[in-house]
Every structure is written in C-alpha cells, then in structure tokens.
C-alpha cells in the first residue's frame, strides 16, 4: 500500500503546483434548499407542554411515530425559507390509522410553524420533498 502511495504523491504535487485555477465567478444554477428540518409534538396547545417526541431531518415517507399521550399542537421548523417545506399528519390512532386529526405545516416565508390539535392525536407521519 505505501509503495502505491509513494507512486501516487509525485503525480498529486505536479496538479496541486500546475496550471492556475480559473477563478472566474460563474453561474451555477443551484437552487437554496431548506434543511436541518426538526418536528416537535406536545402535550399542550400553543406548542407548550411536555415535549412528547422529536425527529430532524426526515425525508419522504418514512416511519409511523407514535406516543403514549395525546398531542395538542406540533412545531415543524427547519433552517430557511424556501421550499419545499416540512408537513406532518397526525392520525387518532396509534399506528398513523384511524381518522387523520391535523395536517401541520410552515407558511411561505417563515421558519417554523406551530399548529394546535383540536383533538388529541397519538400518532403521526412527517413529510418532507414528497
């Protein structure tokens, strides 16, 4: 191994010293993504209350995610703006059946977002680029 090495590294110092960089600005088409995506469920309304789960950074379809107390409002954050944006559904049921009680989400131009339950769910998908 050290000998491929040792053949390698004259190679790698002649393209590290070779020809300049261009560093000239270009355009690269990227779009602003929003990650760092955090769901919170609480007992309470308002977002307040014991915290009854947390999940970051999870994508599209996933787990069922259940609690052994009700929820009463979740907060669904992530790091910037754009879309697209995290969504939850919450369902009555233990294992994400029975009657769907809230769909939760983030309005345009805003971080996060708090959303009460009328009901208490006991179970809950996130959703994210779906």
């Known amino acids: 191994m050290l000998f491929k090495l040792a053949a390698i590294l004259p190679m790698l110092a002649t ?3 070779g020809a300049p960089l261009n560093e ?3 355009e690269a088409g990227l779009v602003v993504r929003s990650g760092d995506r955090q769901a919170s469920v609480y007992s309470g309304s308002g977002c307040s209350g014991v915290t009854l789960g947390a999940d970051r950074n999870f994508g599209c379809g996933g787990t069922c995610h259940q609690t052994s107390s009700p929820i009463f409002s979740i907060l669904l954050v992530q790091e910037n703006v754009g ?3 995290p969504t939850a559904s ?3 049921g233990r294992n994400c059946d029975g009657e769907q009680v809230a769909s ?3 309005f ?5 977002g708090c959303t009460n339950l ?3 769910a006991y179970s809950y998908y ?3 680029d779906c």
């Open 24 to 26: 000239t600005p270009t």
């Open 104 to 106: 939760a989400g983030i």
């Open 90 to 92: 919450l369902f009555a």
């Open 126 to 128: 996130l959703y994210y």
């Open 83 to 85: 879309n697209p944006k």
């Open 118 to 120: 009328g009901k208490g």
């Open 108 to 112: 345009a131009g805003e971080h996060s």
């Open 15 to 17: 393209l590290a010293i």
